[in-house]
């Protein structure tokens, strides 16, 4: 993909409907840490609570529409306030009860961080799959939570049976 915004990024699509589409790019972190991101919004996550453990984690680019606009996509679904049941056990959460959670109770056990979606209007990524700008595989839990976010693209490409090293982003035509 040309847009920079996209170019190299593996994004997991949240949300697919007559009306668009949403999704989080899981392989861009960003500077700032999930520590860094709590101390933001004014949220405790000290040493000694059980989500301490978080904050080392990267907080992500997960798109350019609304950066300012927290999302977190974990597993297992739980209750929070907001959340959009992705598949199976698997959630987007942009309530803040999530954040509490986290840093009070470390739940939920499986989380990517996120400032900003990507978004599709109506028909717009049918179009761009038709003008073959975009590869999908079904998506995988444990790309999505296990593997740092450097090995995440080529992980899914795997999963396509493509080596991302042979891949080029020049296209031809035949």
Known sequence: MVDQNFSRTLTYVCEHN????????????TDMNVAGLFER???PLEEGLPGATYGAMPVYSGGPVQTDRGFVLH?????????????????????RDILHSMG?????????????YAGWTAGQIEWELS?????????????????PSDERLTAAMHLLGVDFANFSEVAGHA
């Open 104 to 116: 009070m109770l470390c739940e939920p056990t499986q989380v990517l961080v996120a400032l900003g």
């Open 75 to 95: 597993r297992p679904l739980g209750q929070w306030q907001s959340t959009l049941i992705v598949k199976d056990e698997i959630g987007l959460t942009s309530s």
């Open 18 to 29: 007559e009306n668009g589409a949403l999704g989080i790019i899981i392989n861009r972190p």
């Open 41 to 43: 919004v004014n949220i």
């Open 131 to 147: 003008q073959n700008a975009w590869l999908t595989v079904p998506a995988d839990p444990h790309i999505l939570f296990n593997l």
